[in-house]
């Protein structure tokens, strides 16, 4: 049986607190890809908003007026569609990308690894290297460390502010946000959002960092199941490093009988979620490739050649030609291509008007003065230009079908849903069943390539 010493060991082992990673900086290719990746991003992010289009926001998501505006383009409800394709789009990319070169959106795009990426700038800026920074936080609390503290703290905060109200700005015109703000009298939803936005934003980047990846993120669990022996992914190349031990510079690894490792622990220092590379493949890993850079520093030093962490794959790894293409890339990559191609000549063809047909269910149909039967529908024309329109109502498919209308032409305002109330005669001698498909036109009088049909149902005896 289990002491109660080893119960509590085993306890402070699940239950371990939480230690700060201090990432040493580094310098290399992946380490300019990584931040070229986030000047880009962030400026995409930050800018974006302030586009204007034609009198307008180019990028907004009205979502009171339930229209959002991307440059030319208007989307409404009715267009919710085009979100799940763009969803099936991304989901498709990741699988794409993760297959062919593992975490590579964890790595260079994901909006967690972005602004973390961005607050340790600010925290390399203001309280120094790595060394610095243990020293630092070890230290008793004075006027320098608080200081230091605050300083950072406040720049974080003001960013995080800065993101909400941006975030923001993407869902009310951020020109009168802005104005609303210098006046104080923003709205109390829009105050939340900021706060929300600004607080998420200073918790994830500055304090929780790897634990969202680590912990939180689903992607983290199951990216492996994406994997196979031809995906490109960050590897310590063991044959070649081990056994790794320190030596003086310039000494040949056989020499030493040592391998290329010198075991001097930087690219376990260099890692943003702590992790120790040498230890193989791990799903705490987000591919930044930190360990590569800095493992090439230390390999140009020692006179060895690069490549010791490498990207690369098990298959090479093993002595076995990688495999670029195969069927699971061809089928991604094929997927990727008829979804965009579909959704862009979906939207460049897509007709800004919408006719949404209700037809009176309290009367099933009824005979008027005449002896006709009779059906009353209920029409709701959706305008989705911008500008205003004049639509001709029509009806087909049954002989000598007949419509009455509220008002026909119709006028419709531009972004605007315009009812009118219809209804529809039949001599019921031409009635063949009970139910009969029928089909309502719309017209638009100024503009030929305005149109749409759209069906119903037409009740009625058979006699």
């Known amino acids: 049986m289990a002491s109660s010493a080893d119960t509590e060991s085993d306890n402070d082992e699940i239950y371990a607190k939480h230690k700060k990673i201090y990432a040493r900086e580094v310098t290399g290719i992946f380490a300019r890809l990584r931040m070229i990746a986030m000047l880009a991003l962030l400026g995409i992010y930050y800018i974006t908003p302030w586009l204007q289009w034609e009198g307008r926001q180019a990028i907004l998501f009205d979502l009171p007026a339930r229209k959002f505006y991307i440059l030319e383009w208007v989307f409404w409800p009715q267009d919710f569609f085009y979100l799940a394709l763009l969803l099936m789009l991304a989901a498709y990319a990741l699988f794409f990308f993760t297959t062919l070169a593992g975490r590579l959106w964890c790595g260079y795009a994901c909006p967690q690894t972005v602004w973390t990426e961005i607050f340790m700038w600010i925290e390399h800026k203001i309280e ?14 004075s006027a320098r ?27 009310t015109p951020i020109l009168e946000l802005w104005q609303s703000t210098l006046s104080f009298s923003l709205s109390g939803w829009e105050t939340f959002w900021v706060l929300f936005y600004g607080f998420a934003t200073w918790g994830n980047a500055g304090w929780m960092r790897e634990q969202v990846c680590i912990y939180m993120c689903p992607y983290a669990r199951f990216q492996s199941a994406m994997f196979d022996h031809d995906t490109l992914i960050v590897s310590y190349d063991e044959e070649r490093g081990e056994p790794r031990g320190s030596r003086k510079r310039n000494v040949a690894p056989e020499e030493a009988g040592l391998g290329s490792c010198v075991d001097c622990t930087l690219c ?16 705490q890993c987000i591919g930044c490739a930190a360990c590569i850079d800095v493992c090439d520093q230390v390999m140009d030093k020692m006179g060895y050649p690069r490549g010791l962490v490498r990207y690369t794959t098990d298959s090479e790894l093993s002595g076995k030609k990688t495999h670029i293409l195969r069927p699971r890339i061809v089928i991604y990559a094929l997927l990727l291509v008829l979804l965009s191609a579909g959704i862009l000549y979906g939207i460049a063809t897509r007709t800004p008007l919408e006719l949404d047909i209700i037809r009176d269910r309290n009367t099933l149909y009824r005979e008027n003065d005449q ?33 009455d209308a509220d008002e026909n032409p119709i006028k419709v305002g531009p972004g605007t849903v315009h009812t009118v109330t219809v209804r529809v005669y039949v001599d019921p001698i031409v009635l063949k069943q009970a139910s009969t498909e029928i089909y309502f036109t719309l017209d638009a009088l100024d503009n030929p390539e305005l ?7 037409f009740m009625g005896p058979v006699l």
């Open 128 to 141: 120094g290297d790595r060394s610095k920074q243990i020293k630092l936080d070890a230290a008793p609390m």
């Open 371 to 403: 002896g006709l039967t009779e059906n009353v529908y209920t029409l709701k024309v959706v305008n989705m230009d911008e500008a205003p329109h004049e639509y001709q109502l029509g009806v087909f498919g049954l002989e000598g079908l007949t419509l």
């Open 145 to 171: 460390k608080l200081r230091i503290k605050v300083t950072k703290h406040f720049i974080w905060a003001a960013l995080g502010l800065w993101t909400g109200f941006t975030f923001v700005g993407y869902f």
């Open 268 to 283: 376990v220092q260099v890692c943003p979620v702590g992790i120790d590379i040498r230890e193989g493949l791990q799903y």
């Open 451 to 457: 149109k749409v049909v759209d069906k119903a149902r």
